[in-house]
């Protein structure tokens, strides 16, 4: 008997865990669909709405999800954050986000667009941009993106879900200014999820 019911916390336990997995693939599948919608309603968007389909990702990996610290920078002063194009950009560090990844600590910097903070709708938003070990070879050389907003950061921490990540419009075609992470978000560690190398011609 104490088999049996050995037998059946195992097999809820598993089911538990299927059900959870496959809640979250459902949610990315969800992300990635508006994801690719967005790129047919901006006018300046590199891709039409037939180029999305050449869109690759790495399968949803809730490993990469994670928990950061939140280490505000206040005194940060406004800097020009280089692009592709060679414009710069104006930004301001917001703060560090700490946190292990792959048995790995890391530490991100995490910025403010001065231009965008004018505009009501993204006076909350702030902005990751990063390298990894799968970048030039997986994902596209010029690193990858992570969109936040200030209403994520609850009690000093706030989630980072690279399941999320996304390519800059450079990825896809030239005349965009794109920003270049910085030496600080150039991470050792591989995080294989997200977007991944475009699978079309990089020119449109």
């Given amino acids: 008997m104490k088999y049996v019911v050995l037998y059946l916390v195992l097999f809820l336990s598993a089911a538990s865990t299927y059900?959870?997995?496959?809640?979250?693939?459902?949610?990315i599948a969800e992300h990635r669909r508006h994801y690719k919608h967005e790129f047919t309603e901006d006018k300046r968007s590199p891709l039409k709405a037939d180029d999305t389909a050449n869109l690759r990702f790495f399968p949803p990996n809730e490993w990469y999800k994670v928990k950061a610290k939140v280490i505000l920078t206040p005194e940060a002063e406004p800097f020009d954050l280089p692009t592709v194009s060679g414009k710069t950009k104006k930004y301001k560090q917001y703060a560090w986000l700490t946190f292990s990844i792959n048995d790995t600590a890391?530490?991100?910097?995490?910025?403010?667009s001065l231009k965008l903070i004018e505009d009501p709708k993204y006076k909350d938003?702030?902005?990751?941009?990063?390298?990894?070990?799968t970048t030039y070879t997986e994902t596209y050389g010029g690193g990858r993106y992570l969109d936040l907003s200030l209403q994520d950061i609850q009690n000093g921490f706030i989630e980072l879900d690279f399941n999320k990540c996304y390519n800059p419009w450079c990825a896809y075609a030239s005349g965009y200014s794109c920003p270049i992470p910085p030496k600080e978000n150039r991470m050792q560690v591989s995080i294989r999820a997200g977007e991944t190398n475009y699978?079309?011609?990089s020119e449109h």
């Fill in 199 to 201: 699978a079309g011609s």
């Fill in 125 to 133: 938003h702030l902005f990751v941009p990063f390298t990894d070990g």
């Fill in 19 to 27: 059900a959870q997995d496959n809640t979250y693939a459902i949610r």
């Fill in 106 to 112: 890391v530490r991100l910097q995490v910025f403010q």
